[in-house]
C-alpha cells in the first residue's frame, strides 16, 4: 500500500509530498530508524528537529486499517489536534509531529492526488526577476539549441572561447545567483582579503536582496514592519554587535522615546523567557545589506545575467555562458571556483488551486500571497467582499493584519475574512519544560536568519584562530 505524505518545512518554508510505501519510520536519526518493521522494508523519514525524537512514530497497516503509532518519543503525536499514541487515520488528517504538521493522501488511479509539481509553480519572469504566475515551466532539453555552437560542446578550451570574439573575463572566483546566498559567500571571501578583480556575482539583481525583498513587499513586510530575524543577525558587522536592538534604542532616545527604547534593550536581555524575542524591522536589515555591499565594492563584482549554460574546460576550470541585457547578447565568464545559488526556481502553489487556474484563467481573484495582490486590497477598500485566507503560517499572519488594517480603516464598507485552517492548534510545540504560546489555532513562535549566514560564522572562525592568523 502506498500513501502520500505532505508537509512544509519549518524552517525552510519548502514543501514535500512523497509517495511511500507502508511501513513509514519517521524520526530525527536516520540510523535510528529501523529497516523493517515485521519483515517489511521501511520507508523512513527524517525530520530535523530537537523536537522530533530519534524514532518518534511509525505508520504501518494494521487489520486492514491505516495507523500511526508513537514509538516512545518525548513530545508526542498529535492527531487532528487530540494526542494520541496508537490511533487509525485516514486521507485528510493531519499528524503533529513536533513542529511538523503531516497531511496523510491515498492516491487513486481515477483521480490523482496532484497535479504534476512542475505545473504548481509560480515561476520568476527571467527579465524582471519577479513572480509570474503566467510563467509555465519550459520543457526540459538536454541542451540549449541556441547557444553559440562552441558551448554545445561539454570541455571546452579557453583559447577557442576567446577566439569566439564574445566578451570573456577571466577570475578566481565567481557565484550564479546573485541572491543573498552569494552575497554570504562573496562577504567570507573579501572578509578574508580577496580583491573584487578576482570575484563575479552573476545574477539578474544589482543588489542581493532584490528577489526577497519584493517577496517581503508582496507578503505585506513592508520597511517598517518586523522581519523575524535575530537582533544580532548583522552583516554589517564581523562581531553582531552594535546590534538591530541597539541601534534601534540609540534613535530612539534621540527622538525623544525613552521608554520604547528601553524596551528593546530589555527584550534583547530578557528573550526569550521573560519577554518576547526581539525582531528587526525589515528595512534596517535591507539597510545593513546596503552597508556592507558598499564597503566589499558589491558593484564592482556583480554581472546582470541571465546564464545559460556552464561547461568545463581543458585546463580544469569552469565556462559560465550568460546572457546580458539581449536574449542574444552573450559573454562568458571563466573561473576555477564556481559558487551555485540560484535559489528556488519557483515558488510553490498548491495543486488543487493550480487545477483552478488552468481551467478557469483566474489570475486576480485566487492569488498566493508571494504574487503581486495590491488589486484585491484597493478593490475591498472600494467595494467591500469576503476574503477566504487560507495557511496560518507567518505569511498569513501579515494578510491577517492588513485585511484588519483595511476594515478598520474602511467602516464604510464591509469586509467579511474567512479563515481555513489544515487542523485545529490546540497547544504549542514543546521542548522540555518550554511551551509555545497559542491563542486561536496561532502559534506564537520566533523565526531566525540562519544564524549562521552572517557574522556567526565568521566570529566562529575568528575564535579559534591563532594570534597569528586571527592578524592575517
Excluded at 534593550?265 to 556592507?292: H, M, N
Amino acid at each position: 500500500m502506498q500513501i502520500r505524505l505532505m508537509w512544509e518545512d519549518p524552517a525552510t518554508g519548502e514543501r514535500k509530498e512523497p509517495l511511500l510505501t507502508i511501513p513509514i519510520a519517521l524520526g530525527r536519526e536516520f540510523t535510528r530508524l529501523p529497516e523493517t518493521i515485521d519483515g517489511n522494508r521501511v520507508c523512513r523519514i527524517v525530520l530535523n528537529s530537537l523536537e522530533v525524537s530519534r524514532y518518534h512514530a511509525s505508520i504501518e497497516v494494521e487489520q486492514d486499517r491505516l495507523i500511526v503509532v508513537d514509538r516512545g518519543s518525548s513530545n508526542g503525536i498529535i492527531i487532528n489536534g487530540q494526542k494520541q499514541t496508537h490511533a487509525q487515520v485516514s486521507p485528510g488528517d493531519i499528524i503533529q509531529i513536533g513542529n511538523y504538521q503531516i497531511a496523510i493522501a491515498i492516491p487513486t488511479n481515477s483521480q490523482p492526488l496532484t497535479t504534476p509539481a512542475s505545473q504548481s509553480q509560480i515561476g520568476f519572469n527571467a527579465v524582471t526577476n519577479r513572480p509570474d504566475p503566467r510563467i509555465t515551466p519550459p520543457p526540459e532539453v538536454p541542451v540549449n539549441s541556441c547557444l553559440p555552437p562552441i558551448f554545445q560542446q561539454a570541455q571546452i578550451d579557453p583559447q577557442a572561447i576567446h577566439a569566439t570574439g564574445l566578451p570573456v573575463e577571466e577570475v578566481e572566483y565567481a557565484t550564479v545567483g546573485g541572491g543573498l546566498g552569494s552575497f554570504i559567500w562573496v562577504d567570507l571571501l573579501r572578509i578574508s582579503g580577496v580583491s573584487t578583480e578576482r570575484v563575479r556575482v552573476l545574477g539578474m539583481e544589482q543588489q542581493p536582496y532584490g528577489r526577497y525583498q519584493q517577496l517581503c513587499l508582496n507578503a505585506q513586510i513592508v520597511p517598517q514592519e518586523r522581519l523575524r530575524s535575530p537582533a544580532d543577525a548583522c552583516p554589517d558587522n564581523l562581531w553582531g554587535f552594535p546590534n538591530y536592538a541597539t541601534l534601534e534604542a540609540v534613535r530612539g532616545i534621540a527622538k525623544g522615546k525613552l521608554k520604547s527604547s528601553l524596551s528593546y534593550c530589555w527584550q534583547v536581555f530578557a528573550e526569550p523567557t521573560l519577554a518576547a524575542t526581539y525582531t528587526p524591522k525589515s528595512g534596517d536589515v535591507i539597510a545593513a545589506i546596503d552597508r556592507e555591499t558598499a564597503r566589499i565594492s558589491w558593484r564592482k563584482m556583480i554581472r546582470t545575467a541571465h546564464v545559460q549554460a556552464i561547461r568545463k574546460t581543458t585546463d580544469g576550470r569552469y565556462a559560465i555562458v550568460y546572457t546580458c541585457q539581449q536574449p542574444t547578447d552573450y559573454a562568458c565568464t571563466i573561473a576555477r571556483y564556481v559558487h551555485l545559488a540560484t535559489g528556488y526556481p519557483a515558488l510553490q502553489f498548491l495543486p488543487d488551486l493550480q487545477a483552478y487556474r488552468d481551467r478557469t484563467q483566474d489570475f486576480k481573484t485566487v492569488v498566493n500571497a508571494y504574487e503581486p495582490h495590491e488589486h484585491i486590497y484597493e478593490s475591498l477598500a472600494t467595494y467591500g467582499g469576503t476574503v477566504l485566507l487560507r495557511g496560518t503560517g507567518i505569511v498569513a499572519a501579515r494578510i491577517l493584519q492588513k485585511l484588519y488594517t483595511l476594515r478598520r480603516n474602511n467602516e464604510r464598507v464591509e469586509i467579511k475574512v474567512i479563515q481555513l485552517l489544515r487542523s485545529a492548534k490546540v497547544e504549542g510545540n514543546k521542548y522540555g519544560l518550554a511551551e509555545r504560546k497559542v491563542e486561536h489555532n496561532y502559534e506564537f513562535q520566533s523565526f531566525n536568519w540562519p544564524k549562521s549566514a552572517w557574522g556567526g560564522q565568521y566570529k566562529s572562525i575568528l575564535a579559534a584562530a591563532t594570534p597569528e592568523q586571527r592578524q592575517h
